[in-house]
């Protein structure tokens, strides 16, 4: 598809027609209530809410896709000028209300763009979404899917959190074993309705919201279980940002025996961890900025707090006052796996680029795809890679015994190889020496890395490999073990 024709939760100017899959922040960014590019496609629902963001917003901007049904837009060609065919289809995407997949069709082939979805094995409406798109597939000429861009928040496999029906019951126990507490929850301006309706209905109790959120309650037609007024219920849900451990500490130490309150996270990904010197971290999560400094061993707080990462299969209580549930609206590892499975694209694209734990999808999803492209690559971004070199005293060299020269591949690569699992693939290699007598290894562009295993630096680990990549550096032996893990390599990167 060219550039131009159409933007997908994009809203800067240059483009014939705009799509909105959902309403949630990230999605939105440029997008005001002076907005004014073009045509906006999305859902009935989110038209709907989009004035409650967008108090101002010019409603007759508005185009609104109806679910499994196909629509045809004539557009013109920004290379040509001449008008081409666009046929769209809107498929719910189970994440929030109004959220949506879109599928373009045209004489650029076959794309359909995730925006961020779930679809669980066990949830009705996500079977009625996927048996409508592969109608909508087949509809579109059966040749396949050519492009996905895929919701790639939780791509990777150490992410297996359980279903949002399992986190419910799990929300559900927290809440009822505590019966003489105060329980506040925090969630978006959009998301987890259901999981509240849930809660209601299960303990039969009042849901608190604040005013703006009961607006959206209201608009999404939803039951009358919430309300504004305080006394009557001891359950709150309320907005991300003022939930913190230091917002409870300070609920807990105005009334601390009248009635102790406890705090419920529904999230996928609770915590993060930061590096420092070298062999330590600091670690915690966004409930408070305060973290905990520990240094790596057999039996550390850090091997404890690992395992916390990721694998969110039980409630956690990470503080004595916080429990986190796995309660995620974007699709597990496993579901992900799934999906690229069914859909059989030829080639695969992320959506979430600009996150720290940047997952790229084709480094674990690649094999199931029809198109020819590397399985296990490391992603960089283009402007990081117009040249490099490598520097360690332990590079060993395949080299022609007859010839001082580098090893060619059948590909007709060049191969330097750094240990018997592990070699660098590269159009052109110069081999020099820097001022110290080291040895250098000059790569050209699209450098990529070959083999599974953690690069071994001859046999002394400790010497890091260093690689310089237009003007940044980094460690190699930690670049590659996220290598491993799918992870960018240019968020890993430290300013010289």
């Not at 010019?58 to 013109?76: A, E, N, V």
């Not at 925006?115 to 109608?135: N, Q």
């Not at 601390?256 to 420092?276: F, H, M, N, Q, V």
């Not at 209580?317 to 694209?345: C, M, R, T, W």
Request: proline content about 4%; hydrophobic content about 35%; glycine content about 6%.
């Amino acid at each position: 598809m060219e550039d131009g024709l159409i933007s997908v939760d994009r809203w800067a100017n240059g483009s014939e027609a705009y799509f909105l899959t959902h309403l949630h922040s990230d999605h939105t960014q440029g997008l005001s209530s002076s907005w004014s590019h073009g045509p906006l496609f999305c859902s009935s629902i989110t038209a709907k809410l989009l004035p409650i963001k967008y108090p101002t917003f010019d409603l007759s901007l508005l185009r609104i896709l109806q679910i499994g049904i196909s629509h045809t837009l004539s557009l013109r060609s920004p290379s040509s000028d001449d008008f081409t065919t666009v046929h769209v289809t809107a498929i719910d995407a189970c994440h929030c209300p109004g959220s949506i997949l879109l599928l373009f069709s045209g004489d650029f082939g076959c794309v359909l763009y995730t925006g961020d979805f779930r679809w669980e094995p066990d949830c009705e409406k996500a079977r009625v979404a996927k048996d409508m798109l592969s109608d909508c597939i087949n509809a579109h000429g059966g040749d396949g899917v050519d492009v996905v861009y895929l919701d790639n928040t939780y791509a990777n496999p150490t992410y297996d959190f359980p279903t949002r029906t399992v986190a419910t019951q799990q929300a559900i126990d927290i809440i009822s074993t505590h019966p003489d507490h105060d329980v506040i929850i925090g969630i978006n301006t959009l998301g987890k309705e259901d999981l509240l309706v849930q809660i209601s209905s299960a303990l039969n109790i009042l849901i608190w919201v604040w005013p703006e959120r009961l607006q959206t309650m209201h608009l999404l037609g939803l039951p009358d279980i919430f309300t504004t007024d305080t006394t009557l219920t001891r359950v709150r849900a309320v907005p991300m940002y003022s939930f913190s451990i230091d917002t409870l500490e300070a609920l807990n130490r105005i009334r601390p025996t009248t009635r102790p309150t406890i705090g419920i996270l529904p999230s996928g990904l609770p915590w993060e961890k930061k590096s420092l010197k070298k062999g330590e971290f600091l670690s915690g999560s966004f409930l408070t900025s305060r973290y905990k400094r520990t240094r790596r061993s057999a039996n550390s707080t850090l091997v404890k707090i690992d395992k916390q990462i990721g694998k969110a299969g039980s409630p956690k209580k990470f503080d004595q006052y916080i429990f986190s549930v796995p309660y995620s609206d974007h699709s597990n590892f496993a579901e992900l796996e799934g999906f690229i499975k069914f859909v059989k694209p030829t080639r695969l694209k992320g959506i979430v680029s600009s996150s720290s734990c940047y997952i790229e999808p084709m480094y674990y999803f690649g094999r199931l795809c029809t198109g020819n492209q590397p399985v296990q690559q490391l992603h960089t971004r283009s402007k990081m890679i117009e040249s490099g070199d490598f520097e360690d005293d332990n590079v060993e060299l395949d080299r022609n015994r007859s010839k001082e020269s580098f090893t060619m591949n059948e590909s007709g690569k060049t191969v330097v190889t750094i240990s018997s699992e592990t070699s660098f693939e590269a159009d052109s290699v110069v081999l020099d020496r820097n001022k110290s007598g080291k040895r250098v290894v000059a790569v050209s562009p699209k450098t990529s890395v070959r083999g599974d295993d953690d690069i071994e630096l001859g046999r002394n680990r400790s010497k890091a490999l260093k690689v310089k990549l237009s003007g940044f550096r980094m460690r190699g032996l930690s670049i590659f073990r996220r290598k491993r893990r799918g992870a960018k390599l240019s968020d890993y990167v430290e300013e010289c």
